[in-house]
T-cell receptor, first 114, second 113 residues
Framework: EDKVVQSPLSLVVHEGDTVTLNCSYE??????LLWYKQEKKAPTFLFML????IEKKSGRLSSILDKKELFSILNITATQTGDSAVYLC??????????????FGKGTKLSVIP | ETGVTQSPTHLIKTRGQQVTLRCSSQ?????VSWYQQALGQGPQFIFQ???????GRGNFPPRFSGLQFPNYSSELNVNALELDDSALYLC????????????FGAGTRLSVL
């Protein structure tokens, strides 16, 4: 069975700290891995990674994929209270039907306290 | 550019009833996917519509059905509601070339009593 596992499930840090969120996966026909941020309801897209070793960066956020060891990490530096959210990791797989379905982990709930 | 919009925001139904949820895709997007998110869980794929046809389905029973219209908007229908159907239903849209990058709406919170 395909699965995506995120760790930790929750994390509390102080403003200014650096955090690392983990995502491991076991899926057939891997195509890409995506990170989303979910603050209240709508998950918002952060990164898509398809190749190993390529680090994606957007301001204080960065992410890397290791296709050999089947995991990805999301780093957030100099955390701010606005970073408080659930961070979701999702894997997209090739399918016979030609669909693009995402398999999500349970998420990591990050709380940043002043 | 208009984002993904869903209606209604909240809905309360009783067991056995039927419900229809609606989704307008983001401008320029031709693919719509529906997900169910239970409390404390990640979203779970229900099905996807592309060019008005279902082209992928997750592990959901046939009482979950959908439609996509020529303007790429979509509906999710659930018949014979069960208590376990209580969840946040998310719609996501994407476009040809990057159909894996899906943009989500704010969802419909369905409560089944």
């Amino acid at each position: 069975e395909d699965k995506v596992v995120q760790s930790p499930l929750s994390l509390v840090v102080h403003e200014g700290d650096t955090v690392t969120l983990n995502c491991s996966y076991e899926v057939t026909n891997f195509r890409s891995l995506l990170w989303y941020k979910q603050e209240k309801k709508a998950p918002t897209f952060l990164f898509m990674l398809t190749s190993s070793g390529i680090e994606k960066k957007s301001g204080r956020l960065s992410s890397i994929l290791d296709k050999k060891e089947l995991f990805s990490i999301l780093n957030i530096t100099a955390t701010q209270t606005g970073d408080s959210a659930v961070y979701l990791c999702a894997v997209d797989q090739h399918s016979g039907a030609g669909s693009y379905q995402l398999t999500f982990g349970k998420g990591t709930k990050l709380s940043v306290i002043p | 550019e208009t984002g993904v919009t869903q209606s209604p925001t909240h809905l309360i139904k009783t067991r056995g009833q039927q419900v229809t949820l609606r989704c307008s895709s983001q401008s320029g997007h031709n693919t719509v996917s529906w997900y169910q998110q239970a409390l404390g869980q990640g979203p779970q794929f229900i099905f996807q519509y592309y060019r008005e046809e279902e082209n992928g389905r997750g592990n959901f029973p046939p009482r979950f059905s959908g439609l996509q219209f020529p303007n790429y908007s979509s509906e999710l229908n659930v018949n014979a509601l069960e208590l376990d159907d209580s969840a946040l239903y998310l719609c996501a849209s994407s476009k040809t070339g990057t159909r894996n990058i899906q943009y989500f709406g704010a969802g419909t919170r369905l409560s089944v009593l």
